[in-house]
């Protein structure tokens, strides 16, 4: 069972300290729901049990429902109230009545219904014949899932959503052209690891881990088709891995996984291009460990970059709290160039995950191995991160979504 507590974790990677008794802050004072994925598999030495469901406000988290994984079977659970396997990443529909979830390494994606109190009901689950989906989306008008596979052959497919929320088979499969980067392990082939819509949902931006690429597609909303429309390069080795799009301005950002930077680029949605324009360190300057990158936002004022940093070669390695780190950056709004502000301990161990609540106050950080979300205040001015004490305790958390209550 998932519990709470509050406990504190020096707020700065630098700071002489790693332990700092602080008074803990009053999480968002708006009605939230909270979805939590998580890893279920002991392939990962994981801990988690299912989807888990939060009732998040002025009080802190309070669990109001498990939907617990059934580990007998990867793919179809054994009773019509669990789900599959590693239900990890969890995607909203665009009315908050459905969510989705891929099931990692596994070869399926569930649909939910979501009652009025934030709780689940299990529609259907899918398979898409693909190995690994590790992310997903859904389209503004609600009709269509986009889900990426992280293979050595990845794949995007479609799938379309039914009048009651409910997945069809697959409808068109994608799989990425391009070269093959140079690591020997992470870039045999195709690797796309996002693929969200831009904000206009025009496009779907797909970075490629393995072929140094975010390409650029279109979804045919009749159809479900999906086609490559271009794409935008990074340099050899950087294996980009997720995408965030400021809000304000005409700039995307990519952390990419295997350098540890982040590349701004020029995006025009009009046009459906991508212009890279320079690229950074994802860690501090005095970093010397490996490291690799993991989610990357951007603040709804989009004046602010926030990124993960996960230490180690990879899932195999194991982090550590004072190099696991969130790091901020400022937006130039003339170029969109990003200037580090600070980098904080994520206070765990591989945060794989983090989101920003939607009114941009609290930054969450999933730390999957310490199996803890750990919550950060904002300030609106500086965009620095403040720690405020909260700590949700919940078993391999790999992913969270919050939905207005």
Same mark, same amino acid.
């Given at each position: 069972?998932?519990?709470?507590?509050?406990?504190?974790?020096?707020?700065?990677?630098?700071?002489?300290?790693?332990?700092?008794?602080?008074?803990?802050?009053?999480?968002?004072?708006?009605?939230?729901?909270?979805?939590?994925?998580?890893?279920?598999?002991?392939?990962?030495?994981?801990?988690?049990?299912?989807?888990?469901?939060? +009732?998040?406000?002025?009080?802190?988290?309070?669990?109001?429902?498990?939907?617990?994984?059934?580990?007998?079977?990867?793919?179809?659970?054994?009773?019509?109230?669990?789900?599959?396997?590693?239900?990890?990443?969890?995607?909203?529909?665009?009315?908050?009545?459905?969510?989705?979830?891929?099931?990692?390494?596994?070869?399926?994606?569930?649909?939910?219904?979501?009652?009025?109190?934030?709780?689940?009901?299990?529609?259907?689950?899918?398979?898409?014949?693909?190995?690994?989906?590790?992310?997903?989306?859904?389209?503004?008008?609600? +009709?269509?899932?986009?889900?990426? #596979?992280?293979?050595?052959?990845?794949?995007?497919?479609?799938?379309?959503?039914?009048?009651?929320?409910?997945?069809?088979?697959?409808?068109?499969?994608?799989?990425?052209?391009?070269?093959?980067?140079?690591?020997?392990?992470?870039?045999?082939?195709?690797?796309?690891?996002?693929?969200?819509?831009?904000?206009?949902?025009?496009?779907?931006?797909?970075?490629?881990?393995?072929?140094?690429?975010?390409?650029?597609?279109?979804?045919?909303?009749?159809?479900?088709?999906?086609?490559?429309?271009?794409?935008?390069?990074?340099?050899?080795?950087?294996?980009?891995?997720?995408?965030?799009?400021?809000?304000?301005? =005409?700039?995307?950002?990519?952390?990419?996984?295997?350098?540890?930077?982040?590349?701004?680029?020029?995006?025009?949605?009009?046009?459906?291009?991508?212009? =890279? #324009?320079?690229?950074?360190?994802?860690?501090?300057?005095?970093?010397?460990?490996?490291?690799?990158?993991?989610?990357?936002?951007?603040?709804?004022?989009? +004046?602010?970059?926030?990124?993960?940093?996960?230490?180690?070669?990879?899932?195999?390695?194991?982090?550590?709290?004072?190099?696991?780190?969130?790091?901020?950056? +400022?937006?130039?709004?003339?170029?969109?160039?990003?200037?580090?502000?600070?980098?904080?301990?994520?206070?765990?161990?591989?945060?794989?995950?983090?989101?920003?609540?939607?009114?941009?106050?609290?930054?969450?950080?999933?730390?999957?191995?310490?199996?803890?979300?750990?919550?950060?205040?904002?300030? =609106?001015?500086?965009?620095?991160?403040?720690?405020?004490?909260?700590?949700?305790?919940?078993?391999?958390?790999?992913?969270?979504?919050?939905?207005?209550?």
């Amino acid at each position: 069972m998932a519990t709470r507590r509050r406990f504190i974790i020096g707020s700065s990677v630098l700071a002489a300290s790693p332990f700092l008794a602080v008074p803990a802050a009053a999480s968002p004072s708006g009605g939230l729901v909270a979805y939590v994925g998580c890893r279920t598999t002991r392939t990962f030495n994981s801990i988690g049990k299912g989807i888990t469901v939060w +009732r998040v406000g002025r009080r802190g988290w309070e669990q109001v429902q498990l939907v617990e994984a059934d580990d007998n079977d990867p793919n179809t659970p054994n009773s019509p109230d669990a789900t599959p396997i590693n239900p990890t990443f969890l995607a909203l529909d665009p009315t908050g009545r459905f969510l989705y979830a891929v099931h990692g390494n596994a070869t399926t994606v569930t649909a939910f219904a979501i009652a009025p109190d934030g709780t689940l009901t299990r529609l259907n689950t899918v398979d898409t014949g693909r190995t690994n989906p590790v992310h997903l989306a859904v389209d503004p008008t609600g +009709r269509w899932l986009v889900v990426a #596979h992280l293979n050595a052959a990845g794949t995007v497919v479609s799938l379309p959503i039914k009048t009651d929320g409910s997945l069809g088979p697959v409808a068109s499969v994608l799989t990425p052209p391009g070269t093959p980067g140079p690591h020997k392990v992470d870039q045999v082939g195709p690797n796309p690891h996002h693929a969200p819509f831009d904000l206009t949902g025009r496009w779907v931006v797909v970075p490629d881990r393995g072929l140094d690429r975010v390409h650029v597609t279109r979804l045919d909303p009749a159809t479900g088709e999906l086609t490559v429309h271009g794409f935008g390069s990074s340099r050899e080795l950087d294996g980009p891995r997720h995408v965030a799009f400021n809000p304000v301005r =005409p700039y995307a950002y990519v952390i990419n996984e295997i350098r540890s930077t982040v590349t701004a680029y020029r995006w025009d949605a009009a046009a459906g291009t991508l212009s =890279p #324009h320079r690229t950074v360190s994802a860690t501090p300057p005095d970093m010397v460990t490996d490291s690799r990158g993991g989610e990357i936002a951007v603040s709804p004022s989009g +004046r602010f970059v926030y990124v993960s940093n996960r230490n180690g070669l990879g899932d195999a390695t194991l982090g550590r709290p004072d190099t696991d780190t969130i790091g901020v950056f +400022r937006v130039d709004r003339a170029t969109g160039d990003l200037t580090p502000v600070e980098w904080v301990s994520t206070q765990g161990i591989r945060p794989r995950h983090f989101t920003l609540t939607p009114d941009g106050r609290n930054l969450y950080v999933a730390n999957e191995v310490t199996h803890t979300i750990v919550e950060f205040a904002v300030d =609106p001015v500086s965009g620095r991160l403040r720690p405020t004490g909260e700590v949700i305790e919940t078993g391999s958390p790999v992913c969270v979504v919050f939905r207005q209550a």
